[in-house]
Structures are given as C-alpha cells and as structure tokens.
C-alpha cells in the first residue's frame, strides 16, 4: 500500500503520465526547478524534461487558450493555474473557445488538454486566492469538472484527465495537498466502508453502518471530505445518527447515479461544498435529484456551502464564512433524524 | 501554367463574387443570420496567404474570414453551405460564417480571442518541427485587447513562427481608428523585439513582395513577425449597418479597389475568362447549397 501525501500522488501522476506519453506538456507560472509550481505540485517535472516544461509569463487570459491551441494541433498539455481565483481570467478561452471548438468546428478536432488548479479556503490568504470557483464551470457546455479529494486514487485520476479527450478541469484543494492520499483497504478507510462507482472518475460512497440503515445521504467533494467525515463520526458519536457520504469523482458532467442509489437507501439528501450558497454545485444536484428521485425524498433537501459574501482573511472571520462540521452536522439533525 | 497575377486575380475576383453573393443572398432571404464580407480587402488573402501551403502552415482568421478561407482552402462551395445552414457545409452548419474549420483554417468570432489560440498552434508547431508558419489575421480595432499584447510577449520570448497579420481597414465597426488606436501600431510589436512591416497600398503585388520576405524570415529564423496592412472594406461591417461618409467610401473604392488596381495588367481575354469561371463557380456553389439538405431538419 502506498503510503503519500497527496501531493505527492499528484506529483507521481504527472510524472508517470510523462514518462508513458511524449505529447504531455506542463505549462504555467512558476513551474521550473528547483520551485517547481506554488503548490510543488509540478515539481522535478522541468529537471527530468526541461523542454516539455513551459514556464510562462503572468498571462492567464492567454494560456488557457494557448492551451487550447496545443491541444487543437495534438498535444495533451496540461495548464497549471496556480490559484483557482485565477481561473476568471481564462473564462473568455474557457466559454468561446475550449468549449466551443469541437462542437462547432462539428467533431472534426478535439481538445485534449487539462487545466488543473488548487481551490479552497481556510489558510487565510483572504477574498482572492481562498474560493472554490468551480461552480462557475458547471454551466460550461463540453467540458469535464472533475474534483481531486484525498480518498480518491490521485496518481489514476491525474492519468484518467490526461488521457482524456476532452477538456478537463482537475479541481484540486490547498488543504488536501498536505494529507495522506487515503485508499480503501479491504473495503475500508478507517472505520468507514467504502464504495467504488464506475466510470473514469468514480465516485466514492461511504458509510459507518456498512451500509445499514442511514438518516441521510451527504453529497460532496474535494476538499469537504474530511469535513463531511468529521461531521459523520459526530454524528454517530453523539448522536447515534448514521449518514452515508457520497464523495463526487465528477460534478460535471454530473454522476448522479450514486447519489441516487444511496438517496434510494437514506430519502433525504444533503449537499456540502465549500463554494458560496447560491446557484452552487447544491442548487444542481438539488434540481437533479428532485427531477429523478422526488418521490423517494422523505425530507426538504438541505444546501450547506460558504455564505453569499468574500471570504475574510482574518481566521476568525473565515471560519464563520467557510461551512465546517458543524454546519454539516446541523444540517442532518435538523432533519429531525429520530423521527424518520 | 497561370502567373501570380493570374491567379490573385483569380482568387480576388472569386471572394468578390463569393461575397457579393452572400450579400445579395441576405436580401433575398436565403441565409439567416449574419455575415461580415470582406469586399475592399480581397489582396490581403490574396498576397498574403499564396506564400503559404494549406498541407503544412496553419492560420486563425476573424470574423471576416471568408476570403481568407477560400484563398487557402479553395473551398466556395463548403462556405456557402455553412453560411446557408446547409449539412453539406464546411462544420455542418453548427459554425456559420464566422466559425469555420476545414484541414489547417480556424476562424472563431471573438475580438483577439483566436490570437492565443494561434500562439498555441505555433507553439505545437515548432514543437513537432513541422516547419509550418502560423498565420492570425486581426482587424486595428483588435488591437485594444489585452490578450493580444500577452502574445506577442510571449510569442516573442518563446521564438514562435507565428504571422500576426493586422487588416487595417480604419475601422471597427461604427468606430473609426482615431477612437480606438494611440499611437504606432507597428511599434507596439516592435516593442516585444518582434520584427514588423507596414505598408500602405492595396496592390496584391506589393503586399504579396512584403508578406514573402515575412514568410520567408519566419521559415529561416523560426521566430514570429508582425505585419500591418492598409485597406478598406467598400460593403457595410456585417449586413446594412454602415454609418461612414459615402464620398470616403466612394474615394477609397476609386483609388485603392485591389482588383480594379491589377485589371490592367492582364491579358484582357485571360481576364475575362477568369471573370466568367468564377461569376459560373459562385453561381453553381449557390445553387447546390440551395439544393442541399438543411442542417437539423426534421425526418419526414
Ligand atoms: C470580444 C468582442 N467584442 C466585440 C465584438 C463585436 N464586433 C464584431 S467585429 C467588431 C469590429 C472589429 O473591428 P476590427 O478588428 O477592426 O475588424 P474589422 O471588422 O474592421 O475587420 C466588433 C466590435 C466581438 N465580436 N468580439
Ligand atoms: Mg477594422
């Protein structure tokens, strides 16, 4: 069993998937040895193959489209955008162009490039370099949103993106990267059992109870896994309530199935993600959900998410702003779980 | 065997007719929509894009690509099918006038969006040492965005053999250069280190001479070059909306229309052949588009 900070799993992904294909390139700010990216999530990456290693100019409204550009003339390069705030600069190359080619250029190119980039608050760096943007790209027609979380296999995830003839956007966390990369061993993390969907980017169900009875289904991602699992021991702990967890491989386009399958077992469903309340990664699932699954519902749904506002820089401040396990946690009970 | 003039008469007069035609089209309500024509301006495709081989060299156009689509692709029949929401044209109908792709051609809608776009494809380019010279067409009211300026930087930089090709019609839309454009347009490019060239006539010879030594520099050093070409589009921007002053539009037609420039030099029998081939092609193009099927109808 490996044993790797995530990373380090990301890092070894991006390594492996150098060393299998010679089309791969890394491109972005700051990528070179011995700084090796921000997050050094790119590093010995320049060391090992100076010319397939680009770093570039401050230019995010270019790159995404010098990206796309690569990619149209078939290389797989991958964009590192350093914080995920700084994806607004590329929405113009995102929306009308790495959309768009494909399709309006009626199949006859495609666009395998992958964008990827840390989200996510509570290390204080303030309003813009600590929000989790990705609900932004739901809308985004033609295009992957897929969400790194620390239970996920992050070396397989990073090869599945860039194999992946379609553009990706690999949404990593900040949190995460320092945490173990946690994998099932016979079926378990901890105490928890653990689900593997299907699909290139699965999603991961898990529960307390192995799969007994549950008050609930909490849907959510990247970096509110451990926030949503720490919310689920309280609640077991405290309060004798039992909650499945659905961990999404893939918000976009969205894998419903296994929010349904555990909807089907729990009828109720909560949804938890970092990014701000409104028109979230939630409002779709909600909207999903109802549309598919209303009649196995036996409670309102509930959103939990960062409140409607910036995020301070202050830890106090952030705290309040950011969802935590308490949210979580409130958001079952108020459920009136007992009585269900 | 046909000269160069020949053949820029040639291609000249095709997009003339080519674009004529779409016009008139719009009037009879046979394409929905829009379209931007490119009548004024047919030497810069013409002059420019004969140094460059539709096998191997790419280009980006705009908005108005029509004539540098059919110089490079030779392909009236897939644009008139586009432009008429036909399955016989060149994206299926999904693309448009604007949004067209066949082989090495892209064109895309938005202002300065396709400059790094086509900074990628040079960069793919040189990476795979395909020898190709990739070619972005922009108009002067392109030069006021950003993303532009973040591409000759790094264009320059990273020493791509990209073609930056500025149409200076003197206009964007309703808004005349003195508006949009400070200063020298050329010595912004000069400013990234990117050699430039700017001329000041519509005579397919002459920007056919300028874009040679361009293509030709950029084939033997590998890195990128900024030229900027004066000209002036006769027809309204898209399809009626035209607010500049008729006696300049009149001036400009009587002293700088590329075809009637080089009419002259040719054999006026060669040229009259030429005239009747491509007043017959663009006729046959319209009518198959016409007898095409519509893209999305429904299955009886
Ligand atoms: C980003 C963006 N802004 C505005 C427009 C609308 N628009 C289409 S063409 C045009 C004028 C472009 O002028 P110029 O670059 O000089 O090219 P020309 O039309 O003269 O060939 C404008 C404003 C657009 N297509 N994209
Ligand atoms: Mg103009």
Redesign the pocket.
Known sequence: MRSERCVQALNGGLHEAFERRDDVYLIGEDLLDPYGGAFKVSQGLSDRWPERVITTPISEASLFGVAAGMALRGYRPVLEIMFGDFIALGF?QII?GISKFREMYDDQVTLPLVVRTPMGGRRGYGPTHSQSLEKLLMGVPNIRVVAASEYHDLRAMTHAAIDDDEPVFLIENKLMYGRPNRRPENGYIDELSVREGSGTYPALTLSGNDFGEAAATIVTYGGMLPIAVEAATELILEHEVFCEIVVLGELLPLDLAPILESVGRTGALITAEEGTLTAGIGAEITAQVTEAAWGQLRRPVRRVAANDGVIPSAPNLENMMLPGAGEVRDAVLALDPAAV | MTSDLARFYQQMYVIRRLEETLLEMFSAGEINGTT?T?IG?EATAAGVISHLDSERDVIFS???CHGHYVAFTDDVEGLIAEVTGRTTGTCGGKGGS?HLCRGNFYSN?????IVPVATGIALAERERKSGAVTTVF????????GALYECLNMASLWRLPLMVVV???????S?P?EL?VSGSISARAAAFGIPTAEITTTDVEEIHATAGSAVERIRATGEPFFMVLDTY?FSP??KGDDTRDPAEIEARRASSDPIALIADRLDPELRADIEQAAERRVADAREAALAAPVAGAVQA
Request: glycine share 14%; net charge negative.
């Open positions: 113009d009308n | 931007h490119c301006q705009n908005h108005r604007q809608g938005i202002q300065g969006s922009i108009g002067d009211g392109t030069l006021g965005q149409e200076n019609n003197h206009y964007a839309q808004t250069e949009a589009r921007h898209s």
